[in-house]
């Protein structure tokens, strides 16, 4: 007596339809809007490095706590969640630390005009 299951026959892999495809495969948009993404990603980069940069003579714990935590950022919104910590980690008055702090805020604040609040939608300056 044969009881074998019978498998579902799938379509090739590169057969995926319409819906499938849009997933897949992101439209490439117009020039501008791909040097938007490139312009939106170097300013994430650099404002990891500024982090990193900046954490990277902490002690202890809590700076591996914060190094492994700026690691993991894959989103410049992550790196705005983290800011308090790493300032508050960089309260020492120092000359090194103020000009950390300094630059650091330099960065957010060029990164998150407006201080980072959301704007309404649709709301115009």
């Not at 995926?16 to 994430?44: E, K, N, S």
């Not at 894959?74 to 790196?79: G, I, N, Q, T």
Request: charged share 25%; glycine share 8%.
């Amino acid at each position: 007596m044969n009881t074998a299951v019978a498998t579902p026959v799938r379509p090739p892999r590169h057969y995926f339809g319409t819906a499938g495809a849009d997933a897949v495969l992101p439209d490439p948009g117009l020039p501008q809007d791909r040097h938007a993404r490139i312009a939106a990603r170097r300013t994430f980069v650099d404002l990891k490095q500024q982090f990193m940069a900046a954490i990277e003579s902490l002690d202890g714990m809590r700076g591996d706590w914060l190094r492994r935590q700026v690691r993991q950022a894959h989103e410049p919104v992550d790196l705005w969640m983290l800011r308090g910590a790493v300032l508050a980690a960089l309260e020492t008055q120092d000359e090194y630390s103020r000009r950390t702090r300094n630059d650091l805020t330099r960065v957010l604040d060029s990164a998150f005009p407006g201080n980072g609040e959301l704007q309404a939608w649709g709301a115009r300056l």
